[in-house]
Every structure is written in C-alpha cells, then in structure tokens.
C-alpha cells in the first residue's frame, strides 16, 4: 500500500475547424515531464480521417516515437547545418528502426550549404523539397501569416511534397 495510483491531469486537448480543416491539438501543463500520454489523446481525435498531419519536436525522444508511430508517412525536416544534419541522421535512424516510409524537405536551403543534400545523395534518401533561406517566409510568420506567404511563393513545392506523400506512403491516400 505503499503506492497508489491516483487521477492527475497533466495538460488539455484542443479542438477546432476553419474553413472544413478540423484541428486538436495538445497543450501540456507547466512542468510535467510526460508528454506521450497527451499525445495519444491527441491522436485519438479525427482517426477516420482521410489525412491527418501530426507535427512533432525534433530529434527521437519518446514525444516523437510516439507522435510517429503508425504514420503511413514521415516528412523529415531538415536544415542544412551540422546540428540539422546530425539530427537528421537520428531521425531517419528512427524512419528505419520503425519501418516507416519517408522523405526529406531541406528548411531554409542555402546553396553551397550542401551537407543535407550530400548526406541525402549518399544514402540513396529522397529529397523530397527544397524550401530556400527567404527573410520574407519569418516576416509573415511573425504576422500570422505564414500559410498565405507559402502558398503564394512556394506551392510548386508543397504540390511535390504532397504529390510525393501521396504516391510514397503506406496508407494509400
């Protein structure tokens, strides 16, 4: 009797639409250290869905095992700097030991800065898009405005992002 299990909350799941894009979300409480169990509670919201899109942190920590786990798909995202490479080479660790399909998207691309895509040439890795260093996509996300910017300046990349998810995934979407 030394230990009992007790009922604590430990952070909220939210959920909303906008403009017939459903939405939830987690919001973990200050200080508590365990994050996968909102996680699968965010995760049981929308599961018929046709697609669902789940952002996690970087890296391979338990969060992101468990934000990952399932997917019929992983966009890896990555910046071409030493930290982003090593990151990404965790990350498709991860891809691999879980059996997961999946593809790069290099995150302000700066040419001559060729580590990712090196990396990605070497290992037989799909390099799936190439968003550039662009001042005006951080301007317009400290607006709120980021989706629109994106959508007007980069589509042909998100159409080959998709486009690639769609003939590339286990789920057959």
Not at 145 to 159: G, H, L, P, R, T
Request: hydrophobic content about 40%; some cysteine; overall charge neutral.
């Amino acid at each position: 009797g030394a230990i009992t299990e007790v009922w604590r909350e430990i952070g909220f799941v939210e959920q909303g639409s906008v403009s017939g894009i459903k939405y939830a979300g987690g919001r973990l409480n200050i200080g508590e250290p365990m994050s996968p169990p909102l996680i699968k509670e965010v995760k049981k919201k929308y599961s018929g869905a046709a697609i669902r899109i789940i952002d996690s942190p970087p890296g391979t920590s338990c969060p992101v095992i468990e934000s990952v786990r399932d997917a019929d798909f992983l966009v890896l995202v990555a910046e071409s700097t030493r930290f982003g490479l090593n990151d990404l080479e965790l990350a498709v660790g991860m891809a691999i030991a879980l059996h997961l399909p999946f593809g790069v998207v290099l995150n302000r691309a700066v040419k001559g800065q060729d580590l990712v895509k090196d990396y990605c040439s070497k290992k037989g890795i799909p390099l799936i898009a190439e968003i550039p260093e662009d001042r005006e996509i951080a301007v317009a996300y400290s607006n709120g405005d980021c989706v629109s910017f994106i959508k007007k300046n980069y589509a042909q990349q998100m159409e080959n992002i998709a486009e690639y998810i769609k003939n590339n995934n286990r789920g057959n979407i």
